[in-house]
């Protein structure tokens, strides 16, 4: 075998289960193009998989996945900027209305900004992905009586309304935006409870939507 006993095990589930029962609507994915309304920024965590969250079926959603699930700021260098280009094909290409930054609870992206002393610190390619966020760590607060798990939660919510505010740095999604052809949302997903909170960008606040 190629792959993992797992992968295998699973692929043979998905056959005879989602794809025999979806079996039409794979092949019209299959012979069309992907037509997703919805982005969503997501944290590369396994916990935390955002088809699993939304019960979203194949082509509802354009899902890009990153280490703390960051939108660093509109900077056309000539770099790799892998979630860049993923925001130019989902906005330009793809026309989505809808553009989601959704983070975690215990997100372990966010922990080692906090623990500038823990084992992802002195690594090739993760301490320099975080460091846009360093300065956002330090802006909140550590409020008296807050356990260090509140306190990263709210530093794992700064994170992701920095992110709203770096989607704004690029034109396109700040002009779409403009012209009400593109929203963009916030949210936070607590692994544990199964609870999603929703950033309401008015009140600068952070609500628990009913399931």
Not at 35 to 59: L, Y
Not at 108 to 128: E, K, Q, Y
Not at 134 to 148: I, K, P, Q, T, Y
Not at 151 to 163: C, G, L, P, V
């Amino acid at each position: 075998m190629t792959l993992p006993a797992r992968l295998i095990e699973g692929y043979a589930n998905f056959r005879s289960g989602r794809y025999a029962a979806e079996t039409a609507r794979y092949r019209r994915l299959g012979e069309g193009q992907q037509k997703p309304t919805i982005m969503m920024i997501a944290c590369c965590d396994s916990r935390a998989a955002p088809e699993t969250i939304f019960d979203a079926g194949p082509g509802e959603i354009f899902v890009v996945r990153n280490v703390a699930n960051l939108v660093p700021p509109y900077s056309p260098d000539g770099g790799h900027h892998a979630t860049s280009a993923a925001l130019e094909f989902a906005v330009l290409s793809l026309g989505v209305s809808h553009i989601v930054v959704m983070g975690h609870g215990r997100c372990g992206g966010i922990r080692s900004v906090i623990d500038p002393a823990g084992p992802l610190t002195h690594t090739d390619f993760i301490g320099s992905w975080m460091r846009g966020i360093n300065d956002v760590a330090r802006s909140v607060a550590r409020g008296e009586g807050l356990s260090d798990a509140e306190h990263e939660r709210h530093i794992e919510r700064a994170s992701i309304e920095h992110s709203l505010a770096n989607l704004r740095t690029f034109p396109w999604i700040r002009t779409k935006e403009s012209r009400r052809q593109l929203a963009i949302h916030g949210a936070w997903f607590d692994i544990s409870m199964g609870e999603l909170h929703a950033f309401d960008e008015e009140q600068s606040a952070w609500d628990l939507i009913a399931g």
